[in-house]
């Protein structure tokens, strides 16, 4: 009975608070990625490797947030054909209002722009989104839309979870079919250092050459998806003639962008190493000697989530094997599967190093994750993996900090493996339940002994006690401990640090729930 009163009730909903009747008619169309005819201005400035290209690909990597932020404003400038964005989240904040502008722009200069959404994170945003798609020659899709876009539409959620709730984690930019760049950052100011309350720590790398079709492909295959729908089906249309609008839009944009560009945030994105190099053009990307590009089905969301036969959590474990001395894995959510525990056992048993770097519990935004994750600390320590947590407040200590008026909190959000300093393994996928049943994610294997390397030296410099908890077992192997540094003192916490009472009992009542496979 109280089903059937749920069912009516939300039926109800459904039919008086769905969006009206889009006003203009569209219809969805298959489209792929649009190339010049000839170069792309791109290739010019990605010209340069450390050794010929040829058939392979070149990256460069983009560990600091404003360079990240300097290289995706740059292909969107210099794209000259097409533009294709596909996000988990994309804020309407500073960084999200940015990012649109200069997709505007580049809109407006007659290139292709075509958006993916995943619409678990537009909610409140569909004013914003509906200008954005306004224009001429911008198209914007949301990948399995919640029809109920009011302020019920977390109630469809809970009624329909094993649907709405699997979700594209994709995160991709490609311009001009020539230049793009995967990782584990959306769109917005946490992951760019434009807010002083929260920077989220995470890696991007730029890519050229022979990979980047296989990464449009996998754009293309979302887009023309039956899980993407159009824009206008979903929000609406409203009411609106651009050309009308086209003249006041643009001085407003121009002027809005200039604002930016004239702020000391927006000079800083100037003056990163990648803008530098680009602008002096001595920007030099790496050759690897091979590459693995990773994507699930997009049908992934609308199938059974035990059928992991074409999940790339399996290729993934897959390279695991064939570890020779030393594995790093760095999850902000790390929740291994039976089969992820087997294989770490089975390295540790053949005496290969194996380092787990991931969120604590004060670090984390999301303490569920933390809740399914604490049961495998004593397992994992009982194994001999090395195992960390990345502290909130590990920049309070750096004497000079001059980006940031406040110190922000850190949260760590980079996705990676590191694979006998040989193998770098870079994307959106996090080692958790979520991305390897529910969510769709896309991943990437380089073999490059040069940049596999570089970023082992750079997390090996960080990986200390003044940035990280690093966790053990007692003597008697009975409790856990957090050992760290705090002003200069070597410091041992016998529970979860810098966590209060009831954020600690909230964790551990969500660790005995049921909840494991949806985390």
């Known amino acids: 009975m109280l089903r059937f009163i749920a069912f009516i009730f939300f ?24 190339k010049p005819q000839g170069k792309s201005p791109l290739d010019t400035y990605f010209a340069k490797t450390d050794k010929p290209l040829g058939q392979h690909s070149a990256f460069y990597p983009l560990a600091l947030p404003l360079d990240a932020l300097a290289a995706r404003l740059f292909l969107i400038d210099h794209a000259s054909t097409s533009v294709d964005v596909q996000y988990y989240i994309y804020d309407d904040d500073t960084i999200g209002k940015i990012f649109s502008g200069h997709l505007l722009m580049a809109a407006q200069r007659g290139v292709r722009v075509r958006i993916l959404l995943d619409d678990l994170s537009t909610s409140g945003k569909d004013e914003s989104l509906q200008k954005l798609s306004q224009h001429p020659n911008v198209e914007l899709r949301l990948f399995n839309p919640n029809r109920l876009r009011t302020s019920f539409r977390n109630i469809a959620l809970l009624l329909n979870v094993n649907s709405l709730g699997k979700r594209m984690h994709n995160k991709s930019l490609i311009a001009d079919g020539t230049a793009a760049i995967i990782g584990g950052r959306n769109i917005g100011d946490v992951y760019f250092a434009a807010t002083y309350k929260t920077l989220f720590l995470d890696y991007d790398i730029l890519s050229v050459g022979s990979v980047v079709p296989q990464i449009s492909k996998a754009f293309d295959i979302y887009w023309n998806s039956e899980q993407a729908a159009l824009a206008s089906e979903v929000l609406g249309v409203k009411d609106s003639d651009y050309i009308q609008i086209e003249k006041v839009f643009t001085e407003t944009l121009e002027g809005r962008l200039k604002v930016f560009s004239t ?5 800083r994105v100037l003056r990163t190493p990648f803008s530098q190099k680009v602008k002096n053009n001595n920007l030099i990307l790496t050759v690897s000697d091979e590459v693995h590009f990773f994507y699930d089905s997009p049908t992934k969301v609308a199938t059974n989530e035990n059928n992991n036969s074409g999940h790339i959590s ?33 390295l540790r048993e053949k005496n290969i190093e194996v380092t787990i770097v991931t969120n604590s519990l004060a670090s984390t935004d999301v303490s569920p994750v933390y809740a399914g994750y604490q049961s495998y600390i004593k397992p994992l320590l009982n194994m001999g993996v090395s195992l960390y947590e990345l502290k909130p407040n590990g920049l309070d200590g750096v004497k000079k900090v001059k980006t940031f008026e406040k110190i922000p909190n850190l949260s760590l959000h980079t996705k990676m493996i590191l694979i006998d300093q040989k193998k770098l393994a870079v994307g959106s996928a996090n080692i958790d339940p979520r991305s390897d049943k529910l969510n769709t994610e896309i991943f990437m294997v380089i073999e490059s002994k040069k940049l596999t390397e570089k970023q082992y030296k750079s997390i090996k410099n960080v990986l200390n006690l003044h940035y990280f908890y690093k966790l053990s077992l007692d003597e008697m192997g009975q409790y856990v401990l957090w050992t760290t540094r705090e002003e200069g003192k070597l410091m041992q916490y016998t529970n979860r640090p810098k966590v209060g009472f009831f954020k600690a009992l909230g964790t551990d009542i969500m660790s005995i729930l049921p909840i494991k496979g949806y985390l």
């Open 11 to 34: 039926t109800f909903l459904v039919i008086g608070c769905s969006p009206k009747t889009p006003t203009v008619s569209e219809t969805k169309t298959v489209t792929f990625t649009k």
């Open 314 to 346: 399996r290729k993934i474990s897959e390279d695991l094997i064939a570890v020779a001395s030393n594995v790093i894995i760095i999850s902000p959510y790390f929740i291994p599967s039976d089969r992820m525990m087997e294989r770490l056992k089975h």
């Open 263 to 267: 702020s000391d945030y927006g000079k």
